[in-house]
């Protein structure tokens, strides 16, 4: 009963390769994101939607495309995969978009190295 | 954008002694969290502040939200080896209209049992 569930748990592939991460969340929660963590742990945020609706688009390359076919699932293509690609990618969820009470719950990752 | 200087980077104790971190911002947030990091995992959160001067604790884990709104510490007495792994802080600044969080850059913590 995995709270954010993402797959998959790690993905090896090749440069050129189009690849996509899945992620959905049994908490009920509207707001769902995508976090990068580099090499040296610091997560950063990439996308948000709230209702199926983006909500924040960080400065990240038109290669990754996030698409949430409903509140429960945000999921993530990226296209064209580069070696600067190669992290781990977080899903998480909140309540609201409000930070009161409604901390981000994270999943357990997904470790993408591209070669 | 708003910044966060978590210290220390890194922090070797032993079973027993006591810890604490910090993390200091350029701007107010009004929310701070801390959340935990083991290997292989997501981060998990551990305590959520959202009042300035806040003192809450959460079993061996005690957290401050700065009466200036731009720090936080997190103590961890009596630390044991499971306590072992990255810890993070976050803060949020609901001025905008998303809720974005900014993270510390992390402490890792060893603990020698």
């Known amino acids: 009963d995995t709270a954010v569930s993402q797959t998959p748990k790690y993905l090896v592939t090749q440069m050129g390769n189009d690849k996509s991460i899945k992620c959905e969340q049994n908490l009920g929660h509207d707001t769902m994101y995508w976090y990068k963590q580099d090499s040296k742990k610091f997560l950063k945020i990439m996308f948000s939607y709230n209702n199926k609706e983006l909500i924040i688009n960080e400065t990240v390359p038109n290669r990754f495309s996030p698409k949430s076919p409903d509140k429960a699932h945000l999921n993530l293509h990226i296209n064209s995969l580069e070696l600067g690609d190669s992290a781990v990618y977080f899903c998480?969820?909140?309540?609201?978009?409000?930070?009161?009470?409604?901390?981000?719950?994270f999943g357990n990752g997904t470790r993408l190295t591209v070669t | 954008g708003q910044q966060l200087n978590q210290s220390p980077q890194s922090m070797f104790i032993q079973e027993g002694e006591d810890v604490s971190m910090n993390c200091t911002s350029s701007?107010?947030?009004?929310?701070w969290l801390w959340y935990k990091q083991d290997p292989g995992e997501g981060p998990v959160l551990l305590i959520a502040?959202?009042?300035?001067?806040e003192l809450t604790s959460n079993g061996r884990l005690t957290a401050q939200f700065g009466i200036t709104r731009k720090d936080s510490f997190l103590n961890i007495s009596a630390s044991i080896p499971s306590d072992v792994g990255i810890y993070f802080c976050a803060g949020q600044w609901d001025g905008g209209s998303n809720y974005k969080l900014t993270f510390g850059k992390g402490t890792l913590l060893t603990v020698n049992p």
């Open positions: 998480a969820s909140s309540l609201g978009t409000n930070s009161y009470n409604s901390p981000l719950h």
């Open positions: 502040l959202y009042k300035a001067g």
């Open positions: 701007s107010i947030f009004n929310t």
